[in-house]
């Protein structure tokens, strides 16, 4: 727990660490069911603890009438942009200190310890950026295309979204999601070790209708450029196969209103499957061409050092993974019993098919529910029934996708990638259970 600790108030409570001790014992000595006990005491949890206590032996909380019970509530518009309840506060996207040395070209993660389902609320999207963000100026943003097509042309936000339109869900990871953690253990909760991914509906216009009608070379044109606005001369190569599939977009949407600035407001390129540097923000330009360019940030960064010393270049696709999400690193247990184990499985080759889940390190495994929708390069969510007898536990989740391939362990992944790597570490993550009932990070081979 000691990198824990080092990082105070970082980790988002569950619902149980609202206690304190005493009302930790208090619940313990309950005796009753852990789930009802922890509830009862979550929400008395603000009051005094007389009330838990009082609670514990008989519930008379029902029996109060509370000031949201007998007075007139808030008026409506009170907030014209609905934020989440002052009591949710604690969740929140984070950097991670000491990462890198300026904020403008960094990273905060997603707190995927503290959310449902597969959305990820707008708000606690995870941001990577290379140059910082700007809120972009719609009225005058553009967007050039360019190269081997017949007519170039440069496009406003409004005749893009005067285009028929599409929407698809689609998760978004970072090819650097998890790079802490090659060589050893270096974070202590899901935030920072997965939180590099995030999950949304997207709305925008396919960039095949928009190449077609600027007559793209299909024939000799097997790549375009896309390029961002801002300072960070972001430029990747993406291959004509994936266009000419109708998946990628180019999008102005994000879960029902237009992109949040820190994620491309007020365009950016949608590329289902890709590590996250391809989906580039604040599109300005697509350039149809007929080899890979080999930008900046995909000769020098952006590859993979493998055990021979030699780089793997363009290994775009990021391979099916999975993370239990609670419990994980960071929260604790408070009593033995039941627990919904949940977690979030996503491949970019298509559909999560299975997700395995075990509690004792990998010797033995049940399959869990997979909850609809089950979506193509979509988070899917994946819930397994547990009941904790308060003995030493390793939670670990392994999926499988519809194109056969299997998470790997740390052994294989290492074996076939070293230790050296940034980038596409995939590899199963373990949560170790202590008597105490505190969750952290730790490997197994
Ligand atoms: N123009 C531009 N596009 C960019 C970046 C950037 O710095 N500038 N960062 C890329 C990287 S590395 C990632 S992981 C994703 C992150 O998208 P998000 O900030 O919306 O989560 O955007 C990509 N697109
Ligand atoms: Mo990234």
């Known amino acids: 727990m000691a990198n824990i600790d080092a990082r105070p108030g970082r980790i988002r409570p569950a619902p149980e660490n609202f206690l304190t001790h005493e009302q930790i014992v208090a619940v313990k000595e309950g005796r009753r069911g852990f789930l009802r006990t922890a509830f009862v005491a979550a929400s008395a949890a603000m009051a005094a603890p007389a009330v838990v206590q009082a609670a514990v032996q008989g519930d008379p909380a029902i029996l109060e009438l509370p000031s949201w019970s007998t007075t007139l509530g808030m008026p409506v518009a009170a907030n014209p942009y609905g934020l989440p309840s002052r009591y949710e506060r604690a969740l929140q996207r984070r950097e991670s200190p000491g990462l890198t040395r300026v904020g403008g070209s960094s990273v905060s993660f997603t707190p995927l ?22 809120d972009v100026d719609p009225a005058r943003h553009r967007l050039m295309i360019n190269g081997l097509v017949k007519t170039q042309a440069v496009f406003t936000m409004d005749d ?17 999601n998890t790079g802490m953690e090659w060589g050893n253990v270096a974070v202590p909760t899901v935030q ?3 939180g590099m991914l995030s999950c949304s509906e997207f709305t925008g216009v396919p960039l095949k209708e928009i190449l077609d009608m600027c007559g793209a070379d299909y024939k000799k044109g097997r790549y375009v450029l896309a390029e961002g606005a801002d300072g960070s001369s972001m430029t990747r190569t993406i291959p004509m196969e994936l266009i000419e599939s109708g998946e ?19 365009l950016r390129l949608v590329v289902p499957g890709v590590q996250g540097v391809s989906w580039v923000k604040w599109l300005r330009r697509i350039e149809v061409g007929d080899q890979p360019w080999a930008s900046k940030d995909e000769a020098v960064h952006y590859i993979d050092l493998m055990p021979d010393g030699q780089h793997r270049q363009y290994s775009s696709i990021q391979e099916c993974k999975s993370v239990i999400t609670t419990p ?11 627990y919904n184990i949940s977690g979030l499985a996503w491949s970019g080759r298509g559909k999560v098919t299975r997700v395995d889940v075990s509690t004792d390190g990998g010797i033995n495994w049940r399959q869990a529910r997979l909850e609809t929708p089950v979506l ?5 969510r994946f819930n397994i029934d547990w009941v904790w007898d308060g ?20 052994g294989q992944l290492r074996a076939a990638r070293g230790t050296r790597s940034i980038y596409h570490n995939n590899a199963i993550q ?6 105490s009932g505190e969750v952290s990070n730790v490997q197994v081979l």
């Not at 310890?113 to 950026?129: A, D, K, N, V, Y």
């Open 113 to 134: 310890q503290g959310l449902f389902g597969i959305i990820t609320p707008s708000g606690l999207h995870f941001e990577r950026h290379h140059q910082g963000w700007h």
């Open 160 to 176: 893009i979204m005067r285009l028929p339109s599409v929407s698809r869900i689609h998760f978004i990871e970072c090819g650097a």
């Open 391 to 410: 003995k030493p536990a390793i939670l670990q989740s392994r999926a499988v996708d519809d194109s056969g391939y299997v998470q790997p362990g740390y």
């Open 430 to 435: 373990s949560w170790k259970v202590v008597e």
């Open 376 to 380: 193509s390069k979509a988070s899917t």
């Open 192 to 194: 920072y070790s997965h």
């Open 328 to 338: 994980s690193g960071g929260q604790l247990l408070l009593d033995k019993g039941f």
């Open 248 to 266: 990628v977009l180019v999008a102005y949407g994000m879960n029902g209103e237009m992109l949040r600035p820190e994620n491309g407001y007020p």
